[in-house]
């Protein structure tokens, strides 16, 4: 089956990412592009999601309208999922968060979950899994498959910048996953950075080192 991945083309998405990509953009403006990304992007993902219909009385009579057939659940991956939650939020301001912690272990240099944290109702919401930089693509897998052991099915996962090598590992785990990403860059470097990327999303986010 071919991968699920849609890359999200508009040109003010296109040009906010170009201007994080430069290191000469700081984490103020890197914190604002990131947000409005995330806001435009949530605006086309969420074109998709399923309504039904309901009746609405307005003022003047009673006509029939819209309403979102699922709540949606976010769930940013730790730590610079949560750099996009807030631009998602603006557009779907009732949506559920959860987070999942994960982190590399030294060892085996598999991701291993030290936080995890879902609201109720998961087996009956769309969610939106989250994070940045889809790379090697093991953390956002493991993650995903977290969500689904804790009852989630319709999962999207989102990110930024996407690469070859993770959408190949993340789609072979997760054929029923559709990837959103606003773009696809050449691939990985040794140390399993996105070339060109940006550099490590969540110290450029929280102005760490
Ligand atoms: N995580 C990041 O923040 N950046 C990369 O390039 C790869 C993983």
Redesign the pocket.
């Known amino acids: 089956m071919p991968p699920d991945v849609r890359v999200i083309e508009h040109p003010l998405i296109g040009a906010l990412l170009t201007e994080i990509r430069s290191t000469d953009t700081g984490c103020e403006k890197f914190r604002k592009n990131l947000h409005n990304i995330s806001r435009l992007m949530a605006y086309e993902i969420t074109r998709e999601l399923p309504s039904r219909n309901i009746t609405v009385t307005t003022p003047l009579t009673t006509t029939h309208g819209i309403a979102l057939q699922r709540s949606v659940i976010m769930i940013p991956i730790l730590r ?1 999922g949560t750099g996009m939650l807030n631009g998602i939020l603006d557009i779907i301001p009732d949506a559920k968060v959860g987070h999942i912690g994960m982190a590399r272990d030294e060892k085996t240099c598999l991701p291993t979950t030290y936080y995890c944290k879902m609201p109720q109702s998961i087996n009956d919401s769309d969610i939106l899994l989250i994070d ?2 889809l ?2 693509g093991h953390s956002a897998a493991a993650a995903a498959t977290l969500v689904k052991e804790q009852g989630g099915i319709n999962i999207r996962f989102i990110c930024l ?1 996407a690469c070859p090598e993770g959408i190949k590992y993340f789609c072979e785990k997760h054929p029923d996953i559709p990837v959103y990403t606003a773009a696809i860059d050449e691939g ?1 470097d040794e140390n ?4 060109p ?8 986010y929280f102005d760490t080192e």
């Open positions: 610079a940045p930089m790379a090697t910048v990985l399993s950075y996105i070339v990327g940006l550099g490590d999303a969540g110290d450029r």
